[in-house]
Every structure is written in structure tokens, then in C-alpha cells.
T-cell receptor, first 115, second 112 residues
Framework: GAVVSQHPSRVICKSGTSVKIECRSL??????MFWYRQFPKKSLMLMAT?????????EQGVEKDKFLINHASLTLSTLTVTSAHPEDSSFYIC???????????FGQGTRLTVV | EDKVVQSPLSLVVHEGDTVTLNCSYE??????LLWYKQEKKAPTFLFML????IEKKSGRLSSILDKKELFSILNITATQTGDSAIYLC????????????FGQGTRLTINP
């Protein structure tokens, strides 16, 4: 099946710094990628839809200036958590869909810890 | 607002038992319903359902969709300890970005 690679898998950063997470579709082109956040023992919460070549679409309640999304190419989307705070600590997962009528494939996820 | 509700939220059974997980949904523009299994990292795909009444089967797992009553079930027979995971149900919209709306998940624990 299609492969989505997410990097890094784990990151620890200091409060106030910014962290960039990459999501790559390895064997297909993805015009749309999705970014999710998952709190412990909770389900996936969609943060934003990343659109290649245009601005991301954010879900209600998600701060676009805090969670910067860039989808510069058909195989790469990045999520930057700016000025991170301990409450941003979470598991972030991206997903991408191969051409129409197929399931969404997920990256391995990134566990962010802000200290 | 689109909503996906899974039940039960948590389930503990013994190895060999059969379990049924439920997923009900309210979505304005339905395209498909998907089941995922999540262990320690990212979810892995199990099934995609688009038509009512057609059972999809993979080994000991099976799933069916009822588009009239707006729900789906995931069955696991002869459960094994390796089936312990969180099972996520998601509904895909047919319009716009075709985003997935996830349910809360069912945490399934299989005891030996």
C-alpha cells in the first residue's frame, strides 16, 4: 500500500521554541494532506487540511498562527508548532490520500514533549 | 456538525471471545466509513465501507454498514491478545477536502 513518512517520530523541545514536523508521501502525489492531534486515550482530532500550493484550512478552534502549515510540493507538508508551550505536548499525526477512492494512509506520528 | 460515536468506549474480554464494536454517525455528505486499528503509533487501515449490507471480511475481522440506520459494526471472532488495540471508526465526507471525522475509539483489551 501507499506509504506516508512522518519525521521526527519523537521530539523534546524547550518552551518558547518552534518545532517543525514533516509529512511525506513516498510513492504517490498528495494534493491534500491532513494534520491530526491526539491526546492520551483520546481519538484523533483534525487540526487542518493542507492543500498543495494554497493556504491550509483550519478547523474551528485551531490557531493558524500557532500551527503553521506549509504544503510546498505534492509530496511534502510541514507542520510548525511555533512558540511551543507544555500544553502543546501531544501526539501529532499526518495523513494523505492517494488518488481518489482509496483510504487515507497515516504517517507514524510525532510525539512532541515541550518542557 | 458532523458526528461519529463509537461504543463501547472500553471493552475487556478473554481470548477466544467474539466482540462487536459499534459506530454510529451523523454526516451531512457521506462518502464512506472506515475502520482503523491503532496500537502504539499511527492507525492502520482495516476496512472501507461505502455500500449498505455488504459485509467486508479479512480473516477473523468483518464489518458491515447500514446507511439507512447510519451505523456500522466491526466484528472480531476468536479474539487473540494481539487484537488488543484502540479501534477507530471514521466517516469521510463526499464534498470539499473529503476529510475524515473520527469517533472516540473503542479500547479493546484481550486477556489471555
Amino acid at each position: 500500500g501507499a506509504v506516508v513518512s512522518q519525521h521526527p517520530s519523537r521530539v523534546i523541545c524547550k518552551s518558547g521554541t518552534s518545532v517543525k514536523i514533516e509529512c511525506r508521501s513516498l510513492d504517490f502525489q498528495a494534493t491534500t494532506m491532513f494534520w491530526y492531534r491526539q491526546f492520551p486515550k483520546k481519538s484523533l482530532m483534525l487540526m487542518a487540511t493542507s492543500n498543495e500550493g494554497s493556504k491550509a484550512t483550519y478547523e474551528q478552534g485551531v490557531e493558524k498562527d500557532k500551527f503553521l502549515i506549509n504544503h510546498a510540493s505534492l509530496t511534502l507538508s510541514t507542520l510548525t508548532v511555533t512558540s511551543a508551550h507544555p500544553e502543546d505536548s501531544s501526539f501529532y499525526i499526518c495523513s494523505a490520500r492517494a488518488p481518489a477512492n482509496t483510504e487515507a494512509f497515516f504517517g507514524q506520528g510525532t510525539r512532541l514533549t515541550v518542557v | 456538525e458532523d458526528k461519529v460515536v463509537q461504543s463501547p468506549l472500553s471493552l475487556v474480554v478473554h481470548e477466544g471471545d467474539t466482540v462487536t464494536l459499534n459506530c454510529s454517525y451523523e454526516v451531512t455528505n457521506f462518502r464512506s466509513l472506515l475502520w482503523y486499528k491503532q496500537e502504539k503509533k499511527a492507525p492502520t487501515f482495516l476496512f472501507m465501507l461505502t455500500s449498505s449490507g455488504i459485509e467486508k471480511k479479512s480473516g477473523r475481522l468483518s464489518s458491515i454498514l447500514d446507511k439507512k440506520e447510519l451505523f456500522s459494526i466491526l466484528n472480531i471472532t476468536a479474539t487473540q491478545t494481539g487484537d488488543s488495540a484502540i479501534y477507530l471508526c471514521a466517516v469521510e465526507e463526499s464534498q470539499g477536502a473529503q476529510k475524515l471525522v473520527f469517533g472516540q475509539g473503542t479500547r479493546l483489551t484481550i486477556n489471555p
